[in-house]
């Protein structure tokens, strides 16, 4: 076991790295409000410190966003932990693509205690260098095998592939129809807001007939969920 004077040097050189890293780190407590945002972050936002760092997340995109990123939210600390497409709004409104790929941490009784997330403004990743790829054919098949990647370890939610649900499988048969159409919504990679609205019901509607889901169904999280009819499909 490494001296403990060694392990304090190496949390010191962690901390250090994380506010100088060319990414976006976010820490929230598990109400939602921001608890750390290192300064990459910062002046992608053009935020000063104590502007974040006690206020709600959902301060940081869109009025029109910020119910949605409450129900992200609620799925991250549930478990399901998928990179997410997402616009950030800058302090003087105007706004930018991020991929956010977020975490939950908890104590060690494992109680929620809230969650970070790495963030990559979009702009860098266009402008990324091709490296291993001999040409730009090479880079396409490259990044098309990443895709795949993406689909199969289920990361990305824009990216996941269609499945086909059997409502006949016994486990579905006591879903009531509203429930079967809620279910077939959420596959689909849709989120609360848009089941919502397709539906013409209220996301309150749509939550209380996921919870009614995961209990006739025996899950926790949406992500258990979707796991679960996917192997139905298999």
Excluded at 187 to 206: D, M, N, Q, Y
Aim: include cysteine; glycine fraction near 8%.
């Amino acid at each position: 076991m490494a001296p403990k004077h060694e392990l304090r040097h190496w949390h010191t050189q962690v901390a250090n790295a994380i506010d100088s890293m060319n990414c976006g780190f976010m820490v929230r407590a598990k109400d939602g409000r921001v608890v750390y945002a290192n300064d990459c972050l910062l002046d992608w936002l053009g935020y000063d410190r104590e502007e974040v760092e006690g206020r709600p997340v959902e301060n940081l995109v869109p009025p029109e966003l910020h119910e949605q990123v409450r129900d992200e939210i609620d799925a991250i600390s549930a478990g399901d932990l998928r990179v997410r497409l997402v616009i950030l709004q800058r302090k003087n409104s105007t706004t930018f693509p991020a991929l956010v790929v977020p975490q939950r941490f908890t104590d060690e009784a494992e109680n929620l205690l809230g969650g970070f997330s790495v963030i990559v403004e979009l702009g860098s990743v266009q402008t990324a260098k091709p490296t291993g790829y001999g040409d730009r054919g090479g880079l396409r098949a490259g990044l098309e095998r990443v895709m795949l990647d993406l689909q199969a370890l289920s990361l990305a939610t824009s990216l996941a592939p269609e499945v086909s649900i059997s409502l006949t499988h016994p486990d579905l048969e006591g879903l009531s129809p509203r429930e079967q159409e809620v279910l077939i919504q959420l596959v689909a990679g849709e989120r609360v807001p848009a089941i919502a609205k397709e539906l013409h019901i209220s996301a309150h509607t749509v939550r209380n007939h996921l919870k009614a889901i995961y209990r006739k169904l025996g899950v926790g999280s949406q992500s258990e969920l979707i796991e679960r009819v996917r192997s139905y499909a298999e």
